[in-house]
């Protein structure tokens, strides 16, 4: 991909209300799209892939995403979030002919009580 | 299954000398390892991709000779930051793609937090 945004820096939401994390990518070929969480001072995560079928995908701990590609999004989503939910949260990106992955910048997603 | 590792977990070195983290896949085997640096509220930068057996490929700005890369084995990766400085302290992270052919995903290290004083 040659590039991932994410529009949003940060997301403050309470706790059981619903939520959804924005991704949108360019690039001029078939990709392969992920999204990651991150804890403080640890590695990544995978929540959830999109290769290929089903424009909507389901991931771990709730959050489901949906591949749309006139849109170029791969928007994350979750009906109720919990505290613990509250993490970084990345979109990424591969070519299909590429090995290394293209990152947004990140969301911070805050679940207050 | 798919777990990378990483170590140090976090290391303080003096401006000047050399620090070496190593990057392990711990159940599978992986051709191709990938270093990436993180900045504090920032996302993932990829410095370079690692090549069991054969010579790093490192992304446009990153110095070679700075962070040197060696894949010795099918298993571990290792990154040595030369002559470090303060503006090498960072949070670095490694990544494995396993060779069984089946997975599109990367498996993350836990990261290691490079400080140097």
């Known amino acids: 991909a040659q590039s991932v945004t994410q529009l949003d820096s940060q997301v403050p939401v309470f706790e059981e209300a619903p939520v959804e994390l924005r991704c949108n990518y360019s690039s001029s070929v078939s990709v392969y799209l992920f999204w990651y969480v991150q804890y403080p001072n640890q590695g990544l995560q995978l929540l959830l892939k999109?290769?290929?079928?089903?424009?909507l995908v389901k991931g771990i701990n709730g959050f489901e995403a949906e591949f749309n590609k006139s849109q170029t999004s791969f928007h994350l989503r979750k009906p109720s979030v919990h505290i613990s939910d509250t993490a970084e949260y990345f979109c990424a990106a591969r070519d299909t002919g590429r090995r290394a992955l293209t990152f947004g910048s990140g969301t911070r997603l805050q679940v207050q009580p | 299954g798919a777990v990378v590792s990483q170590h140090p977990s976090w290391v303080i070195c003096k401006s000047g000398t050399s620090v070496k983290i190593e990057c392990r896949s711990l159940d599978f085997q992986a051709t191709t390892m990938f270093w990436y640096r993180q900045f504090p509220k920032q996302s993932l930068m990829l410095m370079a991709t690692s090549n069991e057996g054969s010579k790093a490929t490192y992304e446009q700005g990153v110095e070679k000779d700075k962070f040197l890369i060696n894949h010795a084995s099918l298993t571990l990766s290792t990154l040595t930051v030369t002559s470090a400085h303060p503006e090498d302290s960072s949070f670095y992270i490694c990544?494995?793609?396993?060779?069984?052919?089946?997975?599109?995903?990367?498996?993350f290290g836990p990261g290691t937090r490079l400080t140097v004083t």
């Open positions: 990544s494995a793609r396993s060779d069984d052919g089946k997975s599109y995903e990367q498996y």
């Open positions: 999109y290769l290929s079928g089903s424009t």
